[in-house]
């Protein structure tokens, strides 16, 4: 029997995974995406409601500023942590792999979300000027961009043989960087892939240390205190507004890393919300199909039904954003067709 909020088609998944010694997945990475990409679309939709159905004020801000402290750099560590599973790989193979697994849904995607604002006549940008996401990433769109150059520069130093504190010494200089207002240049994506990179690094280092096989194997006991410590010292940060200065950038954003693989490892020790690891799965298709679910729920209950309650606009749009998108997965899954999300090999197919 699969485990509650794990459908037969999401098992059959893992069990695949699991079927591959190079590709065995680790059910905590997944539980930590799971909270990562919740915290995506509860912060998505907050910032959409923000100025119409809920007043910006300090509870607000503080909430906002507690999430993007340590979402996105969650999400480089797992990459980073993952990464030398490419690096094992022949270097055409594992281009090629994230060509697919990454650039796709990130062009895809990006004219699909950037032509249904056309439409309902919310873009500020012509059609016209779409080519442009070849070096201006648009929206939260950003983040697949640059998890992609991140993730190539990363393969292309190890396939040179050069180690991985040096490549992450690399990254942590590059944000140091940031401190003394270096100038990169007039192209912005320099500047996320700055303020990015050395939490890949750091997901990079972690796995050679384990630092996730030895969160695990604390006592369970303390796994919840010391994820509600972490999140909380996050918290009073943001209601002092210290998440606002870079010089507390990086030791917050680790602390939520550290919080959230706590209680990761204690949702997978005792299972439960195992809705959280199916979230993690399929964390790629949630976050490219999320904003459009989002957008529509806020507008049927703004609009069609003239509810203006925050609290129901929070919770619906949330739900919305998770469950339709994979509603849509599974949908396309059903169909035959992958290509809505993944641009699958010609093995595997």
């Not at 995974?17 to 997944?30: E, K, P, V, W, Y």
């Not at 910032?47 to 607000?60: D, F, H, S, W």
């Not at 640059?146 to 040096?166: G, M, N, Q």
Request: hydrophobic content about 55%; charged content about 10%.
């Amino acid at each position: 029997m699969n485990p509650p909020g794990i459908s037969a088609l999401d098992r059959a998944t893992v069990d695949a995974f699991r079927t591959g010694a190079q590709s065995q997945r680790i059910a905590l990475i997944d539980y930590a995406k799971g909270i990562g990409i919740f915290l995506v679309v509860l912060g998505h939709v907050l910032r959409g409601l923000t100025g119409t159905v809920l007043r910006e004020n300090a509870l607000t801000q503080a909430l906002d500023q507690w999430i993007y402290a340590f979402h996105m750099p969650l999400f480089f560590f797992l990459s980073g942590y993952l990464a030398e599973r490419s690096v094992s790989k022949p270097l055409g193979t594992a281009i090629s792999s994230k060509l697919r697994a990454i650039a796709y849904p990130y062009f895809l995607w990006s004219v699909i979300q950037e032509t249904l604002r056309h439409l309902a006549g919310i873009s500020d940008q012509p059609l016209s000027s779409l080519w442009r996401i070849t070096y201006l990433p648009i929206l939260q769109f950003w983040f697949l961009y640059v998890l992609f150059a991140v993730s190539l520069v990363y393969l292309l130093l190890r396939k040179l043989k050069v180690p991985v504190a040096v490549c992450f010494a690399g990254f942590a200089l590059l944000f140091a960087s940031e401190f003394i207002d270096l100038s990169l240049g007039p192209w912005p994506v320099l500047y996320m892939i700055r303020l990015n990179a050395v939490y890949f690094g750091l997901g990079a280092i972690a796995r050679r240390v384990d630092w996730v096989g030895q969160i695990q194997r604390v006592q369970h006991s303390i796994l919840l205190p010391s994820a509600f410590f972490g999140f909380s010292l996050i918290a009073l940060a943001a209601i002092v507004n210290l998440t606002r200065l870079e010089l507390w950038l990086f030791p917050l954003a680790v602390l939520g890393i550290f919080a959230s693989l706590s209680l990761s490892a204690y949702l997978d020790t005792v299972q439960r919300v195992s809705v959280l690891q199916t979230w993690g799965l399929r964390s790629l298709e949630i976050f490219v199909a999320h904003t459009i679910f989002t957008a529509a729920a806020r507008i049927v209950l703004q609009t069609g039904l003239h509810i203006h309650q925050p609290v129901i606009h929070i919770l619906v749009g949330t739900a919305v954003g998770l469950g339709a998108s994979l509603w849509l997965y599974r949908l396309c899954m059903q169909l035959r067709l992958p290509y809505l999300f993944r641009l699958q090999s010609a093995s595997a197919s």
